[in-house]
């Protein structure tokens, strides 16, 4: 009986040490995918924008927008290795009701390190584009660096600078600030006296854009939690800034956070599946093993074999 009952402990121990390293690096990578069936839709506001109507020729100040951008994955163009996402996005002055701003954007992306792939029909306001460095998200189990993130309005990869670690809502984030500089865009045709310049006719000018982006990244997931932009487009001329086309700072909704905190948890059976049961089955494991040869060997083998 005792030895029936070592042989069954060093087997149970025996299966432990087996299966930590497959929760460790085959369970785990196999949940450490972004869904290829994923969908949210992200509310961003800002309260005194300025921004320029074109149909009315005038200057709007003070505003109060509201952005509403719709994400939905391409189940159909998406494989295990990368998923297609397509965005939409528009921006409305919530008191006028009216829509000033859209853009789309499709980026396919690797499930596992959120980096942008040149497949699959990949474009920005329906030009083909090709993007690189992060797309939408961080990779999974994001570390304490700096990394490469595509700009959509530039259509440029830029450094986005890893800047510590805050909470958000009472949630361990990491901070990621991305500084695009003034960089012109497209040029446009405005009339003289509406940039304030003599003479009759159109001028044209060069439209420029910046932006200081702020992240707010689970360090699990690589899902952003929050996110904030200090944008401003200009109109240029001979090297001169003749009119604000956009200018404010714009962020998450409270809504948005979160919803975004809520689907970051599935972080916990990551974390769960990685690292603490499998560092959990090895010590159980080594444990019950030990008892099992102890309980194994007879107990006058260690008195005869000193004899």
């Known amino acids: 009986m005792r030895r029936t009952v070592a042989v069954v402990c060093i087997a149970f121990g025996v299966f432990c040490l087996v299966l930590a390293p497959l929760l460790r690096f085959w369970m785990a990578s196999a949940v450490m995918k972004t869904p290829m069936d994923y969908y949210a839709q992200s509310e961003i506001q800002g309260e005194g924008v300025t921004y320029f109507n074109a149909g009315e020729l005038e200057i709007i100040e003070d505003a109060r927008v509201e952005a509403t951008m719709t994400i939905r994955a391409d189940v159909a163009a998406s494989d295990d290795e990368t998923v297609v996402w397509d965005q939409f996005m528009w921006v409305r002055d919530v008191e006028r009701d009216f829509a000033f701003l859209s853009s789309t954007r499709r980026t396919p992306h690797d499930r596992v390190t959120g980096e942008a792939v040149d497949c699959c029909g990949a474009s920005v306001n329906e030009e083909t584009t090709v993007q690189s460095g992060q797309a939408f998200k961080w990779p999974f189990m994001v570390e304490q660096r700096d990394y490469e993130f595509f700009d959509t309005t530039t259509r440029r990869t830029l450094p986005i600078r890893f800047e510590g670690v805050e909470e958000v809502e009472g949630v361990e984030a990491y901070k990621f600030v991305q500084d695009v500089e003034p960089t012109s865009i497209e040029t446009r045709d405005f009339p003289r006296s509406l940039l304030g310049m003599e003479g009759e006719g159109d001028v044209t000018a060069d439209v420029v854009f910046s932006n200081t982006r702020t992240y707010w990244v689970d360090p699990v997931t690589g899902s952003p939690l929050d996110l904030s932009e200090d944008q401003r487009r200009v109109a240029v001329v001979d090297g001169e800034e003749r009119l604000v086309m956009f200018q404010g700072v714009l962020s998450f ?16 059976l990551v974390v769960l599946i990685r690292s603490t049961l499998p560092v959990a089955l090895l010590a159980v494991g ?7 040869v102890v309980l194994y060997v007879p107990r006058g083998s260690a008195g005869r074999a000193r004899r």
């Open 286 to 292: 080594v444990a019950i093993v030990v008892f099992g």
């Open 253 to 268: 909704s409270d809504e948005t956070v979160a919803a975004n905190i809520e689907n970051a948890e599935r972080g916990d």
